[in-house]
Every structure is written in C-alpha cells, then in structure tokens.
C-alpha cells in the first residue's frame, strides 16, 4: 500500500510543467535585460526610449495576469498548461526568419 505522502504520475507532471514554464516565463522577463544594449545600439534607441520599452513589457505582463488567471480559473490547469505550450511552442518557428 502507499504511503500517504506519494504523489501521483499526473502530479508530479503537472509540477513538472509548472516548473517548466516558470523558468520560461522568468527567461522571457531576463532577456529584455540582456539583449537590451545590443537593441539600444542596432535601432539607434536612447536609453530614455528603452526604459519606455521595459516598462510597456513589464505593465503589459502585469495587466494579463488578471485576465491568464481567469482562464486558469474556468479551464483549470492542466488545460491551461497544454494550451500555454502549445502557443509558446507555436511562436516559435514564426520567427525563425526575423532578422
């Protein structure tokens, strides 16, 4: 019999997800950070005009919190999650010819 502290195969996935995603989620917020001076210099953008930038990334990620919470609270987690990977997934190769 198990113990009463195991977790099931659909829970430790889940976690694993969630886990997943929120490491992508803090590369997403880092990034800015770190490509911002090569930005700043191919664009010709003042540092004025990149701090503009940051906070329109940071108040847009802010304000859909609300509305990706919502979603999570009517599909529930795991729906969530899979649309979540799959859209982040999906992005993906529609910039592979950006330049």
Same mark, same amino acid.
């Given at each position: &019999?198990?113990?009463?502290?195991?977790?099931?195969?659909?829970?430790?996935?889940?976690?694993?997800? &969630?886990?997943?995603?929120?490491? *992508?989620? %803090?590369?997403?917020? @880092?990034?800015?950070?770190? @490509?911002?001076?090569?930005? &700043?210099?191919?664009?010709?953008?003042?540092?004025?005009? *990149?701090?503009? @930038? %940051?906070? @329109?990334?940071?108040?847009? %990620?802010?304000?859909?919190?609300?509305?990706?919470?919502?979603?999570?609270?009517?599909?529930?987690?795991?729906?969530?999650?899979?649309?979540?990977?799959?859209?982040?997934?999906?992005?993906?190769?529609?910039?592979?010819?950006?330049?």
């Amino acid at each position: &019999m198990p113990s009463q502290n195991s977790f099931t195969r659909t829970q430790i996935v889940l976690v694993a997800q &969630m886990a997943g995603f929120s490491v *992508m989620s %803090y590369f997403d917020r @880092a990034i800015m950070s770190i @490509a911002g001076p090569q930005i &700043m210099q191919e664009f010709d953008v003042s540092p004025t005009q *990149m701090g503009s @930038a %940051y906070s @329109a990334f940071i108040l847009s %990620y802010a304000i859909l919190m609300i509305p990706g919470g919502r979603v999570v609270d009517r599909l529930g987690p795991r729906l969530t999650l899979l649309l979540m990977g799959l859209s982040a997934g999906g992005k993906g190769p529609l910039t592979k010819g950006a330049r």
